[in-house]
């Protein structure tokens, strides 16, 4: 991880930002990112494996590189069991659940293609998964409240601070201006958004858009076109992010 999420600083960002209640506690995943050479975060893929595998081969990582989803890799596109495979048939592969996995879960939507093994793996993912002062959540956090009053559903499905929610001005990401450095996909953007404490991988490959990864290490993002045939989306929910391209 890069240089800044050395966890040893005030003491100010690390503990008052990674308190969560008992029930997302129940789901939250620590790692300790210096146990790989490279973390990367990769954005929503939505059940489009040929997209995954171009991008896998992008950036060619290594056992010893640590690969972390944000979540929804199923539904919408052509083959969700081909995503879920991949992902949980490396050791170093780990994903947080989706608001799409909530759904598989819950019963509310069916997926024919999923394994049993799909399933038992969509079950097990974990809401947050977290290190030092950064953490991967699929939706993201409301920044008017603690992380610790925050409830699974929110954290799945968080995106617009507007009464009216969807995709309203103003998003959470734009507001969030302190530690820790939330990870999250769900919200589909033009492009990749990166503050120092928000990053957004949901370039909406299954709708046309690229898939997106962040190198954490590098400080940049790899993306790549779609293989698979995909769904439209008007205009008006695709965000363009209100933040300069970094890199
Ligand atoms: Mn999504």
């Not at 966890?7 to 210096?34: M, N, W, Y």
């Not at 893929?45 to 040929?50: A, M």
């Amino acid at each position: 991880m890069s240089k800044r999420d050395d966890g040893t600083s005030d003491g100010s960002k690390g503990d008052v930002s990674l308190r969560f209640s008992e029930t997302v506690e129940a789901h939250h995943e620590r790692i300790d990112v210096d146990e790989w050479d490279r973390t990367y975060v990769v954005g929503d893929v939505h059940g489009c494996p040929h997209t995954l595998d171009r991008l896998l081969e992008e950036i060619d990582p290594s056992d010893n590189d640590l690969v972390l989803f944000v979540g929804d890799l199923v539904r919408k596109g052509p083959d969700s069991h081909a995503v879920v495979e991949t992902v949980r048939e490396r050791d170093n592969f780990s994903a947080v659940r989706g608001n799409n996995e909530q759904k598989i879960i819950d019963g509310r939507k069916t997926v024919d293609e999923l394994t049993d093994a799909d399933r038992e793996y969509i079950e097990s993912l974990p809401v947050v998964i977290s290190w030092d002062d950064g953490m991967v959540v699929h939706g993201g956090i409301d920044v008017r409240k603690p992380l610790s009053e925050h409830t699974v559903g929110e954290l799945l499905n968080m995106r617009s601070l507007a009464p009216e929610g969807g995709y309203e001005r103003p998003f959470w990401f734009e507001q969030q201006h302190e530690h820790p450095r939330v990870f999250f996909g769900h919200t589909v953007m033009a492009r990749p958004f990166a503050t120092d404490s928000a990053v957004g991988l949901d370039t909406g490959a299954v709708y046309g858009g690229k898939l997106t990864a962040y190198d954490c290490l590098g400080d940049e993002f790899i993306s790549v076109d779609p293989v698979e045939n995909y769904e439209s989306r008007s205009d008006d929910s695709i965000v363009t992010p209100n933040v300069p391209v970094r890199c």
